[in-house]
C-alpha cells in the first residue's frame, strides 16, 4: 500500500498509519528519556491522550483497546525510517561535496596564474553550499517519500505478523 501525499504533505491512513507524535516518542525512548509508556491506540501504535479515535488511524478504543506501550518491533520501524532518510541526505551532502571537489581541480588545471587562488575559494565555499545544497534542498523530497515508501512496507508486513502471533482466535 503507497503512503497517500496531498500537496507534497504525507498524509496519514489507515493503510499507512505514520504517526509523527510517535515518532518523536521513539526516539526520546531510545535516547533514555522518556519511559515507553503511555496509552496508545491499538491499532497503530499511535499516541492516544485522553481520546477513544486514533487521529492517525481512525480506529477506535471500543473495537481495538488501547494498549499501554509501544510494540519493540514497530520502534524498530520507525527507527530504520529514520535511519534511511539520513543514509540519503548523507549520501547527497557527499555527492555535492565531491561535485565541488571536482569542479575545482578543473579550474585549478585550467585558470592561467595567480587567478588559481578561486579555485581554492570555490574548493573551500562551493563544497559548503553544493554540501549544504544537495544534502537539505535537493534530497530532502526523495528521503521522505523514500522513507515513507519503506514504512508503508515494513508496517504491513509488521501488523501482519503481529495480527497472527496476539490475536486469541
Ligand atoms: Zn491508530
Redo the contacts with the bound molecule.
Keep these: 500500500m503507497a503512503p497517500t501525499f496531498r500537496d507534497g504533505d504525507f498524509v496519514p491512513t489507515?493503510e499507512v498509519?505514520f504517526?509523527a507524535e510517535l515518532d518523536e516518542m521513539i526516539v526520546e525512548i531510545r535516547a533514555g528519556n522518556a519511559p515507553n509508556i503511555g496509552r496508545?491506540?491499538?491499532?497503530?501504535?499511535?499516541p492516544?491522550g485522553q481520546e477513544v479515535e486514533?487521529?492517525?488511524?481512525?480506529?477506535r478504543t471500543e473495537r481495538?483497546p488501547a494498549v499501554d506501550k509501544i510494540d519493540r518491533d514497530l520502534a524498530q520501524i520507525y527507527h530504520a525510517k529514520r535511519k534511511r532518510e539520513g543514509l540519503y541526505v548523507h549520501l547527497a551532502a557527499w555527492t555535492g561535496i565531491l561535485l565541488a571537489t571536482g569542479l575545482s581541480i578543473l579550474m585549478i588545471l585550467f585558470l592561467p596564474g595567480w587567478t588559481k587562488v578561486f579555485a581554492v575559494i570555490f574548493l573551500v565555499l562551493g563544497g559548503y553550499f553544493a554540501g549544504v545544497f544537495f544534502g537539505n534542498v535537493l534530497i530532502q523530497g526523495f528521503a521522505y517519500r523514500a522513507g515513507l515508501n519503506m514504512f508503508a512496507r515494513r508496517w504491513t508486513e509488521w501488523r501482519a505478523t503481529s495480527r497472527t502471533a496476539r490475536s486469541p482466535g
Excluded: I
Excluded at 496508545?40 to 499511535?46: H, I, K, P, V
Excluded at 486514533?54 to 480506529?59: L, P, Q
Design positions: 489507515r498509519p504517526s496508545f491506540c491499538g491499532y497503530c501504535s499511535a492516544l486514533c487521529v492517525v488511524c481512525g480506529e481495538t
